[in-house]
Each structure stands twice: as C-alpha cells, then as structure tokens.
C-alpha cells in the first residue's frame, strides 16, 4: 500500500480543479458511518496472517 495517500488525493484535488472539475468554493462534509461488509476477521487469524477471503487489505489494522 502506497505511503502517500494524502498527497495523491491532494494533487488530485488540485489537478481536478485546475481543468474545472470541481470548484474549490464548494465543500460537503459527511460523516456518515460506514460498516464493514464480508467476513470477520479475528485477531488471532491477523497475527497468523490468515486472511478469511482473498482480496482483503493485510495491512490494515483497528
């Protein structure tokens, strides 16, 4: 997983701006919860590094 997520968004943001695909005068924030979908996965099944489906982020912790 990149390292530089923040700056990828950023320039994003920029760039998207610059051509006129967003407006920088414009702001909505949302705080709306997101639940986790699929399957659990376990403590113990994370330090082993056993997955419970194939396509899940490894490095992300809670």
Same mark, same amino acid.
């Given at each position: 997983?990149? *390292?530089?997520? %923040?700056?990828?968004?950023? *320039? &994003?943001?920029?760039?998207?701006? +610059?051509?006129? &695909?967003?407006? /920088?005068? +414009?702001?909505?924030?949302?705080? *709306?919860?997101? %639940?986790? %979908?699929? =399957?659990? $996965? =376990? !403590?113990?099944?994370? !330090? %082993?590094?056993? #997955? /419970?489906? /194939?396509? +899940?982020?490894?490095? #992300?912790? $809670?």
């Amino acid at each position: 997983m990149s *390292t530089d997520v %923040k700056e990828r968004i950023s *320039t &994003l943001g920029y760039l998207f701006v +610059i051509y006129g &695909l967003a407006d /920088p005068s +414009i702001t909505a924030i949302d705080n *709306t919860l997101l %639940k986790a %979908k699929g =399957h659990v $996965w =376990h !403590k113990s099944s994370m !330090k %082993k590094g056993i #997955a /419970p489906c /194939p396509g +899940i982020d490894t490095d #992300a912790r $809670w």
